[in-house]
């Protein structure tokens, strides 16, 4: 059977970026940390003197696994958009992948694998740093690790599964600036949908991104319950699932017509 | 199936779309391309080739008809024919981000070949490009030429046995045509098969051993471009411009008779015939003074615009 068909597709994204990578890891470390070191200490300074509405974590160990999710969440963002119509409409990555032995179904996974491992990487080092912050609280600190990357990665097919179909880019900068800041911003990273109307708290309930950060920070740091988090694991599970499939099926439309 | 026919196909449709009555791409076409063969498929853009050979190459579910190729059936064997096939696509797909020696790498891969035989073997597929020393540079830099060579060296990567050419020099200049025809034609040497689609009539002719010419979906006419023109046109032609408004009226009366066949153009006439210098002895004697007379071999062009009335580029 030799090498699976769907990495030997990941083999040419790995080589194509693996000069730039710790250039690329490094600017991707540095929205997340940065947002960790002014909010979680800056901020934090006078969260911390509060009464105690963190449950008596600091804000900075909080905030950490938040950030560890969103980043993930974005990255998925940037690669699942541009990358995914950079490789149908001007470098026709997929076109010459689908030529070989290889079907649109190994050029997504391939790719979809791509996004994800780097995404690991990033999340990774990520987490190591946090370490210092104070934020591994609970011993399944480090499975937010997998937590990330499957928030990242169930967001990352979904937006491939549309991209693949997209004639121009312009509506990603639409997506970009009312569905991935507004989620950024609003669905729990930096601060507990409690404070939120009820009507945006149901909203970002729903949203793959609150269920990321809520599995995160509940492996992380006391206060999450295990039925939460079982029930965040299935949310993503099953987007990843569905939008996986979806994505079969719109990359053999627009590549195998 | 013969042994020797790699491609066979049967009243073979593609239509787009789930639209049981939009005009079909490919309206039921049949042909059958022989080993060692350098088969052409001519046509003006919108003949429905490149929809021909995107179901020979596998990428794309025919709608109807039969299609065998390599012997296998393109929707139950698609993996493994396009394992045996090498595509050079219309549109340059080499990776912008790899230089030249990691392009043959990376596809090679995807055909599964080890890395270490790869490695070996990319010297020699560059050199067959004549690209050797450009084996570090990116892609960017090489000239569209280049770019064409090297898309063909990877498209050999993998030694198919088939190799599949949409529109191979559209966009080049001619001496970048001219070496590009050197290496098709080294590799029909070398006993590969190749299937070429083209809208450049010479390119067709210089090449092919055999083609069919496709119009509208449908294939009008096949055989070697000497057969068809021997077949649907005369040896020679004869083009006749007249100054403007000194033509008689009823010139195309007046010619009528002369060689096989007389054709009034847009802006000229033309005068098919076996032997060109007798049609023009005949046409002075009628007493008719054209401002420019030009006696050619007939092509492939005027097979075409026999066939459907009009050329081949728009």
């Known amino acids: 059977m030799g090498t699976p068909l769907a990495f030997r597709a990941t083999a040419q994204w790995w080589r194509q970026t693996r000069r730039r990578l710790p250039t690329t890891i490094v600017v991707a470390l540095l929205l997340p940390l940065g947002y960790l070191a002014s909010l979680g200490i800056g901020i934090g300074h006078y969260v911390d003197r509060g009464d105690g509405w963190l449950a008596g974590v600091p804000y900075a160990a909080w905030l950490a696994p938040g950030l560890l999710a969103a980043t993930a969440f974005q990255g998925a963002a940037t690669d699942g958009l541009w990358s995914v119509y950079g490789a149908v409409k001007w470098a026709g990555q997929y076109k010459a992948q689908i030529a070989t032995p290889l ?43 997998p937590g990330a990357v499957l928030t990242g990665g169930a967001f990352a097919a979904a937006l491939m599964a549309w991209a693949v179909t997209r004639e121009t880019e312009g509506s990603f900068v639409v997506v970009q600036r009312f569905v991935i800041t507004p989620l950024f911003l609003f669905a729990g990273t930096f601060f507990p949908l409690a404070e939120l109307p009820a009507v945006l708290r149901w909203f970002a309930y729903a949203t793959p991104l609150w269920h990321g950060v809520s599995l995160c920070r509940g492996l992380m740091v006391p206060g999450t319950s295990g039925a939460v988090m079982a029930a965040n694991v299935a949310y993503l599970g099953v987007l990843a699932a569905a939008a996986m499939t979806v994505a079969v099926r719109s990359y053999e439309r627009r590549l195998a017509p | 199936m013969a042994d020797d026919v790699v491609i066979e196909a049967h009243g073979l449709v593609k239509r787009y779309g789930t639209n049981p009555t939009a005009t079909p791409a490919v309206d039921g076409i049949d042909l059958a391309v022989r080993r060692g063969e350098l088969f052409g498929f001519l046509g003006p853009n919108g003949a429905g080739k490149s929809s021909a050979m995107r179901m020979i190459a596998c990428v794309s579910p025919r709608t109807g008809g039969e299609l065998r190729v390599l012997g296998l059936d393109p929707d139950r064997d698609g993996r493994r024919i396009r394992a045996r096939l090498g595509v050079v696509p219309q549109e340059d797909t080499l990776d912008l ?8 790498y990376v596809y090679g891969r995807f055909f599964d070949l080890p890395r270490r035989a790869l490695r070996e073997r990319i010297p020699a597929l560059l050199d067959s490009v004549s690209l050797a020393d450009r084996a570090e540079d990116r892609v960017d830099s090489l ?13 050999m990567v993998s030694d198919p046995e088939l190799v599949l050419l949409d529109e191979p020099t559209t966009g080049l200049d001619p001496h970048a045509r001219h070496l590009l025809w050197d290496r098709l034609r080294h590799l029909k040497d070398r006993g590969v098969t190749q299937v070429l689609t083209t809208h450049y009539m010479d390119e067709a002719e210089q090449l092919c051993d055999r083609l069919v010419v496709m119009d509208g979906g449908r294939i009008v006419a096949e055989g070697s471009p000497a057969e068809l023109i021997a077949k649907h046109v005369s040896r020679e032609v004869v083009e006749l411009r007249f100054a403007d408004g000194q033509a008689p ?13 007389v054709e009034a153009m847009s802006d000229r006439f033309q005068v098919f015939a076996d032997d060109g210098d007798a ?15 030009l006696v050619r071999r007939a092509t492939l062009e005027d097979v075409f615009l026999k066939l459907t009335g009009r050329g081949l580029v728009d």
């Open chain 1, 103 to 145: 079907r649109p179904r190994d050029a997504l996974l391939g790719h979809w694998a791509y996004i994800v491992l780097r995404m690991a990487i990033v999340a990774a080092l990520e987490l190591a740093v946090m370490a210092t912050f104070g934020a591994w609280r609970r011993p399944t600190a480090a499975l937010a690790l």
């Open chain 2, 97 to 104: 981000e790899l230089n030249v020696a990691d392009n043959l």
């Open chain 2, 143 to 155: 000239s569209g030429g280049m770019k064409r060579r090297l898309t063909i060296a990877r498209a």
């Open chain 2, 249 to 261: 009226a009823d010139v195309g009366t007046q010619l009528a008779g002369i060689g096989d066949a």
């Open chain 2, 279 to 293: 049609a023009v002895a005949e046409v002075m004697t009628r007493g008719l003074h054209p401002r420019q007379v």
